[in-house]
């Protein structure tokens, strides 16, 4: 999990994230990037490289079963962006998967599968907020050192530990936010690999 504070004090952004290159060969790869929205909706992000073939669209397998293709909505100077929002029947194969596989298009006859393990998604998943929600505080203590000094201490009453300190949790790597397409309004869809 990864989340942003940008957005003002106490409000964080956090996605599940995930970027997985194809072996052997590094400039074919994909980030994919899961959110809870307050509609209710979680979405599935999916930025893969510029060059794809944007009609074979993004196809998705969990643990070789094909789940269908939903199609790349834009491409910007990073690469080209594919939006679909996750319903409980997707959501259930990713909890009990191993492996979801997104398919990407060099040409209408050759996809290269890219892996991406969903082991630790239903953790993931849970502890994931909702976008926008205000951040969790958590509250941690002091490190501790262990190393005993060489020199007996002085009789002096022992200082009293430090108060606890409390730090903002799980703020470490900003996260890009990507526009939703039609000011918000998300027609993507994923459908069964056969359909147009």
């Given at each position: 999990?990864?989340?942003?504070?940008?957005?003002?004090?106490?409000?964080?952004?956090?996605?599940?994230?995930?970027?997985?290159?194809?072996?052997?060969?590094?400039?074919?790869?994909?980030?994919?990037?899961?959110?809870?929205?307050?509609?209710?909706?979680?979405?599935?992000?999916?930025?893969?490289?510029?060059?794809?073939?944007?009609?074979?669209?993004?196809?998705?397998?969990?643990?070789?079963?094909?789940?269908?293709?939903?199609?790349?909505?834009?491409?910007?100077?990073?690469?080209?962006?594919?939006?679909?929002?996750?319903?409980?029947?997707?959501?259930?194969?990713?909890?009990?998967?191993?492996?979801?596989?997104?398919?990407?298009?060099?040409?209408?006859?050759?996809?290269?599968?890219?892996?991406?393990?969903?082991?630790?998604?239903?953790?993931?998943?849970e502890s994931?907020?909702?976008?926008g929600t205000?951040?969790?505080?958590?509250?941690?203590?002091?490190?501790?050192?262990?190393?005993?000094?060489?020199?007996?201490?002085?009789?002096?009453?022992?200082?009293?530990?430090?108060?606890?300190?409390?730090?903002?949790?799980?703020?470490?790597?900003?996260?890009?936010?990507?526009?939703?397409?039609?000011?918000?309004?998300?027609?993507?869809?994923?459908?069964?690999?056969?359909?147009?």
């Open positions: 999990m990864r989340c942003d504070d940008s957005q003002g004090p106490g409000v964080e952004i956090c996605a599940l994230m995930q970027s997985v290159s194809a072996k052997g060969n590094k400039n074919i790869g994909i980030t994919i990037i899961i959110q809870k929205h307050k509609d209710k909706k979680v979405l599935l992000r999916a930025q893969a490289p510029l060059g794809v073939l944007l009609p074979g669209g993004l196809g998705l397998q969990v643990d070789g079963k094909d789940l269908g293709r939903t199609i790349f909505l834009r491409c910007v100077s990073t690469g080209c962006l594919a939006e679909v929002p996750l319903d409980e029947k997707v959501l259930s194969r990713f909890r009990a998967g191993n492996k979801a596989t997104f398919v990407i298009f060099e040409s209408p006859k050759k996809g290269i599968g890219l892996p991406v393990s969903l082991k630790g998604f239903t953790a993931g998943f994931l907020p909702v976008m205000p951040a969790k505080v958590i509250t941690v203590k002091p490190a501790q050192t262990s190393a005993a000094p060489k020199t007996p201490a002085p009789k002096t009453p022992a200082p009293k530990p430090e108060a606890k300190k409390t730090v903002k949790g799980n703020v470490s790597t900003t996260v890009k936010s990507l526009p939703l397409p039609g000011g918000g309004k998300n027609e993507s869809r994923l459908m069964p690999s056969g359909a147009k």
